[in-house]
């Protein structure tokens, strides 16, 4: 079993920059691959990027690619998503997702932590 948490979020002005991190705990999840997801109010969760161990990442779009950066710190078992220049549309409670599959889907994630709130004010 794995157990994720997030922290970080809260209120941003656009074009400000934001800092989450989740930590995993439980069985080792170093060979795992780690994501985030994002979900809107009214919303389906959206993917927002993916980590694997040896630091691989991918992005859903090209705005995120030169937005946000994820990272993560094997040894301390924590994944990283810094968000700078936020929009209003990246208001969305944060998630962060870990299993065996290199995937865009959230279906195919394990695990999930409980989720943060980020906020941009316009």
């Known amino acids: 079993q794995v157990h994720l948490v997030e922290s970080g979020g809260g209120s941003v002005p656009a074009g400000g920059s934001v800092s989450l991190s989740c930590v995993a705990s439980g069985r080792i999840v170093n060979d795992y691959v780690m994501a985030w997801f994002r979900q809107a109010p009214g919303k389906e969760r959206e993917f927002v990027g993916r980590i694997r161990w040896h630091g691989e990442t991918t992005y859903a779009t090209d705005s995120m690619r030169g937005r946000f950066t994820i990272s993560r710190d094997n040894a301390k078992d924590t994944m990283y998503l810094q968000m700078y220049s936020v929009k209003p549309e990246d208001t969305a409670v944060y998630y962060c997702?870990?299993?065996?599959?290199?995937?865009?889907?959230?279906?195919?994630?394990?695990?999930w932590g409980q989720g943060t709130q980020v906020t941009v004010s316009s």
């Open positions: 997702a870990a299993g065996t599959l290199s995937a865009t889907a959230a279906s195919l994630y394990d695990y």
